[in-house]
T-cell receptor
Framework: ETGVTQTPRHLVMGMTNKKSLKCEQH?????MYWYKQSAKKPLELMFV???????ENNSVPSRFSPECPNSSHLFLHLHTLQPEDSALYLC????????????FGPGTRLLVL | EDQVTQSPEALRLQEGESSSLNCSYT??????LFWYRQDPGKGPEFLFT???AGEEKEKERLKATLTKKESFLHITAPKPEDSATYLC??????????FGTGTRLQVFP
């Protein structure tokens, strides 16, 4: 595997379900990011991790819970989501969080029913 | 509040018809200007980073330029495979990238 991978690629869940999104980067980077992309809106930064430490939480509701066990893996745990949370969730990585170029994964298309 | 504005929202071109996409950004404190290409259902693919006014970068039919208040992505003799959404993003003195809403480009044979 090369670059940034994300699983699953598609996810349908009910509002009472609990699920997790997984991201793995094979680039040797130290910073990882979660973004939300909704139709007709700019990418919204959700969380930033730099050397496994969370450095940014962009006022994200607590029903989204990130986890970064090491510099190569990033998870987004989801629980009691709302239909308006349906979107494309993108993971990215960069050498560090000091505004280096970010490289994105293919995304997880999430539908909340 | 830092902002990035892209225009036009959508652009339809005939194959071979050159054009430019615009990205306007908040000037104060700019550290870098980034261009990405995004195909439907996929993540953004990095194209260019520009750091200072006057800088230019090229890749195949694409050329990105940066002035003191805006950036342009010039597409020369586009082909149908250049059809995608092109995203512009700016970085400032925080650990955030500010993205525009993108320009959706369609190139017809």
């Amino acid at each position: 595997e090369t670059g940034v991978t994300q699983t699953p690629r598609h996810l349908v869940m009910g509002m009472t379900n609990k699920k997790s999104l997984k991201c793995e980067q094979h680039l040797g980077h130290n910073a990882m990011y979660w973004y939300k992309q909704s139709a007709k809106k700019p990418l919204e930064l959700m969380f930033v991790y730099n050397f496994k430490e969370q450095t940014e939480n962009n006022s994200v509701p607590s029903r989204f819970s990130p986890e970064c066990p090491n510099s190569s893996h990033l998870f987004l745990h989801l629980h009691t989501l709302q239909p308006e949370d349906s979107a494309l969730y993108l993971c990215a990585s960069s050498q560090d969080a000091d505004q280096e170029t970010q490289y994105f994964g293919p995304g997880t298309r999430l539908l909340v029913l | 509040e830092d902002q990035v504005t892209q225009s036009p929202e959508a652009l339809r071109l005939q194959e071979g018809e050159s054009s430019s996409l615009n990205c306007s950004y908040t000037v104060s404190g700019l550290r870098g200007l980034f261009w990405y290409r995004q195909d439907p259902g996929k993540g953004p693919e990095f194209l260019f980073t520009l750091y200072s006014a006057g800088e230019e970068k090229e890749k195949e039919r694409l050329k990105a330029t940066l002035t003191k208040k805006e950036s342009f992505l010039h597409i020369t003799a586009p082909k149908p495979e250049d059809s995608a959404t092109y995203l512009c993003a700016a970085s400032y003195n925080t650990d955030k990238l500010i993205f525009g809403t993108g320009t959706r480009l369609q190139v017809f044979p």
